[in-house]
């Protein structure tokens, strides 16, 4: 049977005075809130688009990662770009580094966590590619330390960031840093704007 609400009947769980509906409807005009906000974020995503297109035109590739969450984006970017996003093209080039447990299990067993996407990157990486680390604090450990031999190696690096940018900021070409603590605001946003990157950069490789 469906669930049946008159128009006077208030649904009866709540937290504290906050009825479930009102907590539902807070938490979408704060996310959209933060979406709207972050339009003041226009530049950097533009000049980030700018440096994977001309990645991927020369014939490099875009090298994703991040924890938790942000692994899951890393392989959501992927996924699109390897595949199609909204349009028929060729595929184009794109790696998580967060996906093989063998490789992260035995690099945290024999070295430490931290390194688990700079020896990866060590090796993967060639000059020219585009790295673009995601981390929503700016201050994962092992981001960091993957994007800083991302650049030893000679790709250029954007950060997908959170918060006040943290540290990671400091060492990238291209933060892009949603200003919020809601690490759960800061994922949503951040998947408008790989979503956004994937349909403009779709559109250079778009078969006529």
Partial sequence: ???????????????????????????????????????NLSVQISVAIDKIIKCLKRGNKIILFGNGGSAADAQHIAAELIGRFQKERKSLPAISITTDSSIITSLTNDYSFDIVFSRQCESLVSKGDVVIGISTSGKSQNVLEGLKMAKKKGAHTIGLLGNDGGVIKKHVDVPITVSSTSIARIQEVHRVIYHIVCEIVEKEFTIK
Avoid: P, W
């Fill in 1 to 39: 049977m469906g669930f049946r609400k008159t128009s006077n009947e208030k649904i009866t769980r709540k937290s504290g005075m906050i009825s479930i509906e009102d907590q539902i409807k807070t938490t979408m005009d704060n996310s959209a809130n933060l979406i709207l906000n972050s339009k």
